[in-house]
């Protein structure tokens, strides 16, 4: 194969908001999308159309450039692109003219074959985060990656690829930052200076084009935020997904599944979810029910409801092939499976035996899909859980010439599991009305976070996988993806009670925590574990529930600004050389306020790296000033978790699960600190799209030391808080009383001095 590399420059022009350049062998394509965010689309062959299931956004219509006999440049607010002519190349800068990022000198992008890479500088100080759900370290440098999204049945901190496809990054140099996401699905190639003797990194991909978004904007957050401008953000997610979920393979009847969900009520220990995996089905048939196991499937909803519990059921993409099974025959008389070249059903082997696979590339297949769900829906099911979307045909390779349209699996087999989830969505919020479904996947592309949460796939019950998993939930905050989960416990083997202990202390602070185990496994609810160890889970469940009004404002930052609830100390302290320390990396900050390190269930000390500043231990309140390593406690009743002086946390009294009343009171909670703060406080009635109409109740709550001073800004949007009053909890402010502690919740501004 040989390499063809891009050549010079023989010509350019601009039309319709695109500079075209090309070259002998290819064409490339400079759109701008906004200041901070340039596209290069280089191909020897473009599309007629220019499709991405990532993007939604348009470029702008028209933008100035310079030419002189070396270069082609483009300036705008932030940031220069530099076009050398001879041969082509693109080197990013800031606009005041400092280095971002460029190709390598010698080869920059290069074909052999379909394939196409671009080689890159890579800077002495270089450091790399994202890309998601991906083995190794934070920080990426000296490592490198495949995105082909795989069944990846027990996977270790080291395997790659896992489930899912997320090819964007952010580099670190110099003090500056850059993001650069190569939209391109077919199986794609990262290497952060792995295999280079460090002489360039690398990036490309088996067929397709050199399509990738170059952001400027300067600041991590900055970045994220323009990354989840370009390819979405989550909705708010219903408040009900947002406690406590159990879930098993499988709970093996109506019966059992009441008796979980009556045992959660009797122990008073809360929760919001219960989960049907694949054996509610008959004979793993999607949308339909086991009739002699589950045969009054509205009976036992309402139930269900009536305990105050949702319910999840999983849905595979494997369509069984069964003569009489409507989603069987419908599929095969409209043509709405994925075939081989000749037309003929492509057939793998998931659960249900012999099966084809839904073309959900297709829009008619996918309101096919989504209008199936009333089988779910009908009785009362709300969280639609997809599995085995990569797609898994038992973790074999499906041939390469099966057919998703008018394309071929090798080039869209990344995007599959997000367009399930898209049907899923689209389906189900269609028919559920107002309500907000819940929808959970496993296999995923850049821009999954528009239809559905996600969670690590098959983990192993091990302290290993416990720290493993924090990590993969903070890189995937990075790429757009807030909502997501591990199984808590471990799905594979039987964790120890002390493991199980810690890893739902360290789900109190996930973003979707829900408990989940394998077939044949040890039982796993909170009362498995004897009454001392169910008594810290159930403290655990409880502190969940109490942070609900904090935790649904973060969200509410996801949905804003694309901002993930559990961060990497990367986004808020990148210059910091420490947080990418291997045994600091795996600390992340909850929210603005919190940050949380993850031990595991054998230590009893850890060793604790806090940022600059002042923090407090969460619960008990002792000061530990930061900028250092401290060695703290780490008893199994008390994960090590700090709040930031200034930190300001909305909680609520413990309630059995998100549609109870309580206690109608709103604690906010304020730490002392030398610094003002402020937090944006955000309700609404957590299960319609009416907060799309301004039905929503939002304040801005800000802290002042120098005027000794807590407020509450005037109430904006049109929803009644669920909270009738306000009481103020001060924390580490010597002997100061506020004058005024409980205020009644009234929509004006509200000013307490202390
Ligand atoms: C897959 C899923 C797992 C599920 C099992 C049975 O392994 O990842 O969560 O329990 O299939 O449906």
Same mark, same amino acid.
């Given at each position: 194969?040989?390499?063809?590399?891009?050549?010079?420059?023989?010509?350019?022009?601009?039309?319709?908001?695109?500079?075209?350049?090309?070259?002998?062998?290819?064409?490339?394509?400079?759109?701008?999308?906004?200041?901070?965010?340039?596209?290069?689309?280089?191909?020897?062959?473009?599309?007629?159309?220019?499709?991405?299931?990532?993007?939604?956004?348009?470029?702008?219509?028209?933008?100035?450039?310079?030419?002189?006999?070396?270069?082609?440049?483009?300036?705008?607010?932030?940031?220069?692109?530099?076009?050398?002519?001879?041969?082509?190349?693109?080197?990013?800068?800031?606009?005041?003219?400092?280095?971002?990022?460029?190709?390598?000198?010698?080869?920059?992008?290069?074909?052999?074959?379909? $394939?196409?890479?671009?080689?890159?500088?890579?800077?002495?100080?270089?450091?790399?985060? *994202?890309?998601?759900?991906?083995?190794?370290?934070?920080?990426?440098?000296?490592?490198?990656?495949?995105?082909?999204?795989?069944?990846?049945?027990?996977?270790?901190?080291?395997?790659?690829?896992?489930?899912?496809?997320?090819?964007?990054?952010?580099?670190?140099?110099?003090?500056?930052?850059?993001?650069?996401?190569?939209?391109?699905?077919?199986?794609?190639?990262?290497?952060?200076?792995?295999?280079?003797?460090?002489?360039?990194?690398?990036?490309?991909?088996?067929?397709?084009?050199?399509?990738?978004?170059?952001?400027?904007?300067?600041?991590?957050?900055?970045?994220?935020?323009?990354?989840?401008?370009?390819?979405?953000?989550?909705?708010?997610?219903?408040?009900?997904?947002?406690?406590?979920?159990?879930?098993?393979?499988?709970?093996?009847?109506?019966?059992?599944?009441?008796?979980?969900?009556?045992?959660?009520?009797?122990?008073?220990?809360?929760?919001?979810?219960?989960?049907?995996?694949?054996?509610?089905?008959?004979?793993?048939?999607?949308?339909?029910?086991?009739?002699?196991?589950?045969?009054?499937?509205?009976?036992?909803?309402?139930?269900?409801?009536?305990? *105050?519990?949702?319910?999840?059921?999983?849905?595979?993409?494997?369509?069984?092939?069964?003569?009489?099974?409507?989603?069987?025959?419908?599929?095969?008389?409209?043509?709405?499976?994925?075939?081989?070249?000749?037309?003929?059903?492509?057939?793998?082997?998931?659960?249900?035996?012999?099966?084809?696979?839904?073309?959900?590339? $297709?829009?008619?297949?996918?309101?096919?899909?989504?209008?199936?769900?009333?089988?779910?829906?009908?009785?009362?099911?709300?969280?639609?859980?997809?599995?085995?979307?990569?797609?898994?045909?038992?973790?074999?390779?499906?041939?390469?010439?099966?057919?998703?349209?008018?394309?071929?699996?090798?080039?869209?087999?990344? =995007?599959?599991?997000?367009?399930?989830?898209?049907?899923?969505?689209?389906?189900?919020?269609?028919?559920?009305?107002?309500?907000?479904?819940?929808?959970? #996947?496993?296999?995923?592309?850049?821009?999954?976070?528009?239809?559905?949460?996600?969670?690590?796939?098959?983990?192993?019950?091990?302290?290993?996988?416990?720290?493993?998993?924090?990590?993969?939930?903070?890189?995937?905050?990075?790429?757009?993806?807030?909502?997501?989960?591990?199984?808590?416990?471990?799905?594979?083997?039987?964790?120890?009670?002390?493991?199980?202990?810690?890893?739902?202390?360290?789900?109190?602070?996930?973003?979707?925590?829900?408990?989940?185990?394998?077939?044949?496994?040890?039982?796993?609810?909170?009362?498995?574990?004897?009454?001392?160890?169910?008594?810290?889970?159930?403290?655990?469940?409880?502190?969940?529930?109490?942070?609900?009004?904090?935790?649904?404002?973060?969200?509410?930052?996801?949905?804003?600004?694309?901002?993930?609830?559990?961060? #990497?100390?990367?986004?808020?302290?990148?210059?910091?050389?420490?947080?990418?320390?291997?045994?600091?990396?795996?600390?992340?900050?909850?929210?603005?306020?919190?940050?949380?390190?993850?031990?595991?269930?054998?230590?009893?000390?850890?060793?604790?790296?806090?940022?600059?500043?002042?923090?407090?231990?969460?619960?008990?309140?002792?000061?530990?000033?930061?900028?250092?390593?401290?060695?703290?406690?780490?008893?199994?009743?008390?994960?090590?978790?700090?709040?930031? =002086?200034?930190?300001?946390?909305?909680?609520?009294?413990?309630?059995?699960?998100?549609?109870?009343?309580?206690?109608?009171?709103?604690?906010?909670?304020?730490?002392?600190?030398?610094?003002?703060?402020?937090?944006?406080?955000?309700?609404?009635?957590?299960?319609?799209?009416?907060?799309?109409?301004?039905?929503?109740?939002?304040?801005?709550?800000?802290?002042?030391?120098? $005027?000794?001073?807590?407020?509450?800004?005037?109430?904006?949007?049109?929803?009644?808080?669920?909270?009738?009053?306000?009481?103020?909890?001060?924390?580490?402010?010597?002997?100061?009383?506020?004058?005024?502690?409980?205020?009644?919740?009234?929509?004006?501004?509200?000013?307490?001095?202390?």
């Amino acid at each position: 194969m040989k390499a063809e590399i891009i050549g010079n420059v023989q010509g350019f022009k601009q039309h319709d908001g695109i500079l075209t350049i090309k070259t002998a062998e290819a064409e490339a394509r400079v759109y701008i999308y906004s200041p901070t965010i340039i596209r290069i689309n280089i191909s020897k062959q473009h599309r007629e159309t220019d499709e991405s299931f990532a993007v939604i956004h348009q470029p702008l219509a028209d933008f100035d450039f310079d030419e002189s006999s070396a270069y082609i440049d483009i300036i705008t607010s932030a940031l220069k692109l530099r076009i050398h002519k001879s041969p082509l190349r693109f080197n990013f800068f800031t606009n005041t003219g400092k280095p971002l990022s460029a190709d390598d000198e010698r080869y920059g992008t290069i074909w052999q074959g379909e $394939r196409v890479i671009t080689y890159r500088k890579i800077y002495e100080d270089e450091k790399f985060i *994202g890309l998601g759900e991906k083995a190794g370290d934070l920080n990426r440098r000296g490592s490198s990656y495949t995105n082909w999204n795989t069944d990846a049945v027990d996977y270790t901190p080291k395997t790659d690829p896992l489930y899912k496809t997320f090819p964007f990054f952010i580099g670190l140099h110099s003090g500056l930052t850059y993001g650069l996401f190569f939209d391109n699905t077919h199986k794609s190639y990262f290497d952060f200076g792995a295999s280079t003797d460090e002489q360039m990194s690398w990036f490309g991909a088996d067929g397709g084009d050199m399509n990738y978004y170059f952001f400027g904007a300067q600041g991590v957050a900055q970045i994220i935020e323009d990354y989840t401008w370009l390819t979405g953000r989550m909705e708010m997610p219903p408040l009900w997904s947002l406690g406590y979920q159990q879930c098993r393979w499988s709970y093996m009847s109506a019966d059992e599944v009441l008796n979980i969900a009556k045992t959660f009520r009797v122990k008073q220990i809360p929760a919001d979810v219960i989960y049907c995996d694949i054996d509610y089905m008959d004979g793993f048939k999607i949308f339909t029910w086991n009739k002699k196991t589950f045969p009054k499937p509205k009976k036992m909803m309402d139930e269900l409801k009536q305990m *105050g519990f949702k319910l999840a059921t999983i849905v595979d993409p494997g369509i069984k092939i069964e003569e009489g099974y409507t989603q069987y025959n419908e599929g095969v008389a409209k043509g709405y499976f994925a075939t081989y070249p000749d037309g003929e059903n492509y057939t793998g082997y998931v659960w249900p035996g012999r099966c084809h696979f839904p073309d959900f590339f $297709r829009e008619d297949v996918r309101e096919w899909w989504g209008a199936a769900f009333t089988a779910l829906t009908d009785p009362g099911v709300e969280g639609f859980w997809n599995d085995m979307n990569e797609p898994a045909v038992w973790n074999q390779n499906i041939p390469w010439m099966v057919k998703f349209g008018d394309k071929y699996l090798p080039e869209v087999r990344n =995007a599959y599991g997000m367009e399930m989830a898209r049907a899923t969505y689209d389906g189900t919020r269609k028919i559920l009305g107002n309500k907000r479904p819940f929808v959970l #996947t496993r296999a995923a592309y850049a821009g999954t976070q528009r239809y559905s949460a996600i969670w690590t796939g098959d983990n192993n019950g091990t302290d290993e996988h416990l720290l493993f998993g924090q990590r993969l939930v903070n890189s995937l905050g990075i790429t757009g993806m807030s909502f997501v989960g591990v199984d808590i416990g471990g799905f594979s083997g039987n964790p120890t009670p002390e493991l199980m202990v810690r890893w739902n202390s360290l789900g109190t602070y996930t973003p979707m925590f829900r408990n989940h185990a394998i077939q044949g496994s040890k039982m796993r609810e909170p009362w498995e574990w004897g009454e001392a160890y169910e008594q810290i889970i159930k403290k655990d469940i409880e502190q969940r529930y109490k942070m609900l009004p904090y935790i649904y404002s973060g969200f509410y930052q996801s949905a804003q600004t694309g901002m993930p609830l559990s961060r #990497t100390l990367a986004i808020d302290y990148t210059n910091n050389e420490h947080i990418f320390d291997t045994r600091f990396q795996n600390q992340f900050m909850f929210g603005d306020a919190l940050l949380v390190v993850p031990v595991i269930s054998t230590e009893l000390t850890a060793d604790v790296y806090l940022p600059e500043g002042s923090w407090y231990r969460f619960g008990s309140d002792q000061i530990y000033e930061g900028g250092q390593i401290v060695n703290v406690p780490s008893p199994l009743t008390d994960l090590p978790v700090f709040v930031k =002086a200034g930190g300001i946390i909305p909680m609520q009294g413990i309630v059995q699960n998100t549609n109870e009343a309580g206690d109608g009171v709103l604690y906010i909670h304020v730490w002392n600190g030398g610094e003002p703060n402020s937090f944006v406080y955000y309700e609404d009635d957590g299960t319609s799209y009416d907060y799309e109409q301004g039905g929503y109740y939002k304040r801005g709550i800000s802290f002042d030391p120098a $005027r000794k001073m807590v407020s509450l800004s005037a109430v904006e949007g049109g929803f009644k808080s669920r909270f009738a009053s306000i009481k103020f909890v001060l924390h580490g402010f010597e002997k100061v009383q506020l004058k005024d502690d409980v205020v009644e919740n009234l929509t004006e501004e509200i000013a307490i001095e202390f």
